[in-house]
């Protein structure tokens, strides 16, 4: 791809505006930096430790199992982990046996699990030896294309007299049956030798991942992102980067080799946790602090905090309500947060404030990008030098990336610095399309000036010095702490409530998460219902961050002439009465 022309005086000093080596499977990541070096630890998981050669082991091991268990290059495998230290190995030994990662949401019900297990059509699920997550997948494997569970238990990830302890007190979560047709991943690994199959891979259009969105439409779909979707996006995130690495230091790019620690505090399922910590981690050697559940410890965050502390993190990737978390902890003063040097935010707006407070108790530098599960996921980003950056703007498009605006009634013709309209996207971090979904490419992309560009579905506009803002969302989307809730996905499932009639779902303000998910609800006639009632139906039913807060029932729902309901009367009433 020819090099861009990004017309701005402030383009960061010394970032190409092309990328040219990353045509490469996505698992030479680990296997280049395990060469290079296979004694640095790559995860950190309550103590413990793993290097990359032992990293690099058991996910050749992984592939080598997979590869005996029949699957072959395309064939599809879930992950349904939350940052455990089994995860990095599994996926890029899912990779190694030329399958196809499909990255799972761990806290979705057995429902909602089931829906993707069919729809990517998963020969094979990981998922985690605990009292909630293994019952759903043995739930939701009915009637799917899946032949072999693998569980993964923590305590061989433990230091020993932890684990020890753990065991013997009940403190390590595990189920309370295993059918004995599932296999243990101890076991598995163990029987395994580290011999990877011989691949022909296709970096540029063989799918290496399938993560699940709404996309535009707000119907769950597999967004097929090939090897260098990603390869692109981690090696175009690692030119931009420029940090100071110490104080008085002048910026340079991110050091390999053990300098810098992630944490691994954002969900690796979805794409921004993915490529933004652990596949930059990975990329540059760097260790990575496993939190598998970062509202952990009392009050929440605090088990991250005191991580940060610990390991002396000095790199995070996090949604707005992570900062916001962090910068508004009670017990704040009380940690140590200086070893942050740099951090990226993305998901959702930062509040200047959050951001102000955050940088001014770390000493780090907060920027922010933007992109979608589509695009794995970076698009854009604000320079990492705090003369450059524009708060409230999303930056510039990354290398090799274009981005246009383009009318909202005819994505074909594009507007003017200033105007705004539809966000369209050009670069190769663009996903391949969506898994069985014709339709849906059909309608996802455009051809501008003789090259593909995908609709993001975001409104916008590019200012005078070139930086993108975002100003709205063109659908109904709700953004709930950086997670996508698509209303028409919790509408089909209340649908399904017997007593449940019509049902239209919006997003209100909500000063921690950004915005919480209420729901309309008409009754069948004769039908009675209280809020309790239908909010239990919902944890039952779906997953927590997709769930209605707030149950409002009404005799009747605005619906247009043609009989489509009205969310945006809905949203106006809600803004109204909310202030």
């Not at 701005?8 to 080596?21: D, N, Y």
């Not at 009637?143 to 007190?169: D, F, M, Q, R």
Request: charged content about 20%; hydrophobic content about 40%; glycine content about 8%.
């Amino acid at each position: 791809m020819t090099a861009q022309a990004w017309t701005t005086p402030h383009w960061p000093e010394g970032v190409s505006h092309t990328i040219t080596a990353y045509h490469f499977p996505l698992f030479h990541l680990l296997d280049d930096t395990a060469q290079r070096y296979p004694d640095n630890v790559f995860t950190i998981f309550a103590g413990a430790t793993k290097s990359f050669a032992q990293v690099k082991d058991t996910a050749d091991r992984i592939a080598n199992f997979l590869a005996a268990r029949g699957i072959r290059k395309g064939d599809k495998v879930a992950i349904f982990l939350p940052n455990l230290p089994q995860f990095p190995e599994i996926f890029f030994g899912i990779l190694k046996a030329g399958a196809v990662a499909v990255n799972c949401n761990p806290v979705y019900t057995a429902r909602e699990l089931n829906q993707q297990l069919k729809d990517s059509e998963s020969r094979v699920v990981f998922c985690m030896d605990h009292p909630v997550f293994y019952p759903n997948t043995a739930a939701a494997i009915a009637g799917t294309a899946v032949e072999t569970v693998v569980v993964c238990n923590i305590k061989s990830y433990l230091p020993k007299l932890k684990g020890l302890l753990g065991g013997l007190l009940g403190k390590i979560p595990k189920a309370e049956k295993i059918a004995p047709e599932h296999l243990l991943f101890d076991a598995v690994v163990s029987g395994a030798t580290p011999a990877p199959p011989a691949l022909d891979i296709d970096p540029a259009t063989d799918t290496a991942v399938m993560l699940y969105t709404g996309g535009t439409t707000g119907r769950p779909k597999g967004a097929e992102l090939v090897h260098t979707n990603f390869t692109h996006n981690v090696a175009a995130a690692v030119e931009w980067c420029r940090l100071a690495h110490e104080a008085g230091r002048p910026a340079e790019k991110l050091r390999k080799g053990g300098f810098h620690t992630v944490l691994g505090v954002l969900p690796w399922y979805h794409s921004f946790g993915l490529t933004a910590a652990l596949l930059i981690a990975a990329s540059t050697g760097s260790r990575i602090v496993c939190i598998p559940d970062p509202r952990a410890g009392n009050p929440p965050f605090t088990e991250a905090l005191k991580a940060v502390e610990k390991y002396k993190v000095t790199f995070m990737a996090g949604v707005p309500t992570i900062f916001v978390a962090f910068a508004n902890h009670p017990d704040l003063a009380n940690f140590n947060l200086s070893s942050f040097i740099g951090c990226i935010s993305g998901g959702a707006p930062l509040p200047p404030e959050v951001c102000r407070r955050f940088e001014e108790k770390t000493g780090s530098i907060i920027f922010e990008a933007y992109g979608l599960t589509e695009t794995a996921p970076a698009l854009t980003a604000n320079p990492t030098c705090p003369d450059s950056r524009k708060i409230g703007s999303i930056g510039f498009p990354l290398p090799d990336t274009d981005v246009k605006i383009v009318q909202l009634d005819d994505p074909t013709k594009e507007l003017p610095r200033g105007e705004n309209g539809e966000l369209a996207a050009c670069g190769p971090q663009v996903m391949k399309g969506y898994w069985k979904r014709p339709d849906d490419n059909e309608a996802a992309f455009v051809a501008l000036d003789d090259r593909r560009y995908f609709l993001t579905g975001d409104i916008g506009h590019i200012d005078e010095e070139g930086y993108v803002v975002i100003t709205d969302r063109k659908k109904d989307m709700v953004l709930v702490g950086g997670f996508n809730v698509y209303p028409r996905d919790v509408e089909d499932i209340l649908y399904t409530h017997p007593k449940v009639e019509l049902a239209a779902v919006i997003g209100v303000p909500d000063a921690k998460s950004g915005e919480r998910v209420k729901a309309y609800l008409k009754l069948k006639a004769g039908q009675r219902a209280t809020e309790e009632e239908i909010l239990a139906f919902c944890r039952e039913n779906m997953a927590g961050y997709k769930r209605p807060r707030e149950i409002e029932f009404r005799d009747e729902i605005p619906m247009s002439n043609v009989g489509k309901v009205l969310r945006r009367v809905l949203r106006e009433e809600a803004l109204g009465h909310h202030g």
